[in-house]
């Protein structure tokens, strides 16, 4: 295990939330009916939070990012054990069959599963420490046989005053959606050079009708940039969409409670 301190102050200057990265890589294969063998190995390196303010709230900290990013059981309070559990979680959750600990039994016949080595990296990092606020990005990224079939990214985000997992209802009034919608709408155009809907649907957005807010997002310091998978948008090969809208074209959507008056 690599162990390295990082210490990312606020900008503002009130609270420093200090991380370290760790990783462990977890092995695991089946056998088909007719004996021959798939490899699956999972890697996983994380930044996590170590100190925050006083012992009291680093501790309410280390669970809700246990609990949110690195979906614990509530028995583990340990970053190796929950580091290990959320491996062993992603190998469970790709492999197509059960495995028995010694890796000889196979429940059924699988003899059309295709027996390759397959690789999965999760990346998480921090990737904004600001106002009392926490954004992770969880990248996958899956090989094949030594060659990369996807690369994803999924986003979480810890509103540190309210020790949360945040959502965007936790940031805009109700009813919002669909203004705000429309600007994502006005960004994509603009980032493809376009001037309606037609001309999307001639560059491949064929599913504009997921062009929405989501909570998968991330803060910057220049606004939210939201998330979407490959397919969501668009036909697989344009890949990922990402879309920021600035600070001051959401103020007029937060609602009371919201982390935007921190901004």
């Known amino acids: 295990m690599l162990l390295l301190l990082l210490s990312i102050s606020s900008c503002n200057g009130n609270n420093k939330v200090?991380?370290?990265?760790?990783?462990?890589?977890?092995?695991?294969?089946?056998?088909?009916?007719?004996?021959?063998?798939?490899?699956?190995?999972t890697r996983v390196v994380i930044s996590y939070p170590t100190e925050y303010k006083d012992n009291g709230s680093t501790q309410k900290l280390k669970e809700l990012f246990y609990k949110s990013v690195l979906n614990t059981p509530e028995d583990v309070d340990d970053i190796k054990a929950a580091l290990n559990n959320y491996a062993k979680s992603i190998i469970n959750q790709n492999s197509p069959l059960q495995v028995a600990t010694d890796g000889e039994y196979v429940?059924?016949?699988y003899e059309d599963i295709d027996v390759?080595?397959?690789?999965?990296?999760?990346?998480?990092?921090?990737?904004?420490?600001?106002?009392?606020?926490?954004?992770?990005?969880?990248e996958r990224i899956v090989k094949k046989n030594d060659k990369k079939t996807s690369v994803t990214h999924g986003y979480v985000n810890l509103d540190l005053q309210l020790m949360k997992k945040m959502t965007h209802n936790d940031l805009f009034i109700?009813?919002?959606?669909?203004?705000?919608?429309?600007?994502?709408?006005?960004?994509?155009?603009?980032?493809?050079?376009?001037?309606?809907?037609?001309?999307?649907?001639?560059?491949?957005?064929?599913?504009?009708?997921?062009?929405?807010?989501?909570?998968?997002?991330?803060?910057?310091?220049?606004?939210?940039?939201w998330c979407y998978v490959s397919g969501a948008l668009a036909v697989p090969a344009l890949g990922e969409s990402t879309l920021l809208l600035p600070f001051e074209d959401l103020m007029r959507f937060k609602c009371e409670d919201s982390a935007l008056n921190r901004i």
């Open 18 to 41: 200090t991380l370290a990265t760790d990783s462990t890589v977890v092995d695991d294969a089946f056998k088909k009916s007719n004996g021959e063998l798939c490899k699956i190995k």
């Open 174 to 225: 109700s009813g919002s959606e669909a203004q705000i919608n429309e600007m994502l709408k006005s960004k994509l155009l603009e980032q493809e050079g376009v001037k309606n809907e037609d001309e999307l649907n001639d560059l491949g957005y064929y599913n504009l009708q997921n062009l929405s807010v989501t909570d998968n997002f991330y803060f910057s310091d220049k606004g939210i940039t």
């Open 107 to 109: 429940e059924d016949d």
């Open 116 to 138: 390759d080595n397959f690789e999965i990296t999760i990346n998480i990092t921090n990737v904004y420490n600001n106002n009392d606020l926490l954004s992770f990005c969880c």
